[in-house]
Protein backbone atom coordinates (compact mmCIF):
# COMPACT_ATOMS: atom_id res chain seq x y z
CA UNK A 1 0.00 0.00 0.00
CA UNK A 2 1.06 3.84 -0.88
CA UNK A 3 1.40 5.50 2.05
CA UNK A 4 2.25 8.68 -0.01
CA UNK A 5 -0.98 7.98 -1.86
CA UNK A 6 -3.30 8.12 1.04
CA UNK A 7 -1.48 10.77 2.74
CA UNK A 8 -2.14 12.94 -0.49
CA UNK A 9 -5.74 11.97 -0.33
CA UNK A 10 -8.15 14.76 0.13
CA UNK A 11 -9.38 14.74 3.64
CA UNK A 12 -6.71 12.73 4.89
CA UNK A 13 -5.71 13.62 8.58
CA UNK A 14 -2.91 11.07 9.60
CA UNK A 15 -2.44 7.49 8.85
CA UNK A 16 0.44 4.94 9.42
CA UNK A 17 0.84 1.19 8.90
CA UNK A 18 2.71 -1.00 11.69
CA UNK A 19 3.67 -4.41 11.65
CA UNK A 20 3.56 -6.36 14.57
CA UNK A 21 6.39 -7.20 16.69
CA UNK A 22 3.69 -10.22 17.85
CA UNK A 23 2.83 -11.27 14.77
CA UNK A 24 4.61 -10.30 11.63
CA UNK A 25 1.75 -11.28 9.22
CA UNK A 26 -0.27 -8.51 10.98
CA UNK A 27 0.01 -5.13 10.47
CA UNK A 28 -1.95 -2.56 12.46
CA UNK A 29 -3.23 0.39 10.06
CA UNK A 30 -4.43 3.67 12.24
CA UNK A 31 -6.08 6.16 10.01
CA UNK A 32 -8.07 9.38 10.21
CA UNK A 33 -10.09 11.67 7.65
CA UNK A 34 -11.85 14.51 8.25
CA UNK A 35 -15.04 13.42 7.61
CA UNK A 36 -17.19 10.52 6.21
CA UNK A 37 -17.29 11.22 2.72
CA UNK A 38 -13.52 11.34 2.74
CA UNK A 39 -13.20 7.90 4.24
CA UNK A 40 -15.41 6.08 1.78
CA UNK A 41 -13.52 7.78 -1.07
CA UNK A 42 -10.38 5.97 0.40
CA UNK A 43 -12.18 2.93 0.53
CA UNK A 44 -13.57 2.91 -2.77
CA UNK A 45 -9.33 3.70 -3.57
CA UNK A 46 -8.43 0.93 -1.80
CA UNK A 47 -10.47 -1.48 -2.54
CA UNK A 48 -9.24 -1.01 -6.40
CA UNK A 49 -5.58 -0.96 -5.82
CA UNK A 50 -3.08 -3.96 -5.96
CA UNK A 51 -3.09 -3.61 -2.18
CA UNK A 52 -6.77 -3.74 -1.65
CA UNK A 53 -6.92 -7.03 -4.12
CA UNK A 54 -4.31 -8.73 -2.59
CA UNK A 55 -6.01 -8.03 0.88
CA UNK A 56 -9.72 -9.19 0.18
CA UNK A 57 -9.92 -11.68 2.30
CA UNK A 58 -7.91 -10.04 5.46
CA UNK A 59 -10.59 -9.39 8.70
CA UNK A 60 -10.45 -5.49 9.16
CA UNK A 61 -11.98 -3.49 12.28
CA UNK A 62 -12.85 -0.39 11.93
CA UNK A 63 -14.31 2.46 14.31
CA UNK A 64 -15.77 5.43 12.69
CA UNK A 65 -16.73 7.92 15.25
CA UNK A 66 -18.56 11.40 14.62
Known amino acids: MS ?3 THEET ?3 TFSVIQSP ?3 LRFDVYE ?3 DRESFDLHQQ ?3 SSHWGKVT ?3 ER ?3 ILK
Open 22 to 24: DNL
Open 3 to 5: CQT
Open 11 to 13: GCI
Open 61 to 63: HYE
Open 32 to 34: EFA
Open 56 to 58: VNV
Open 45 to 47: RVK
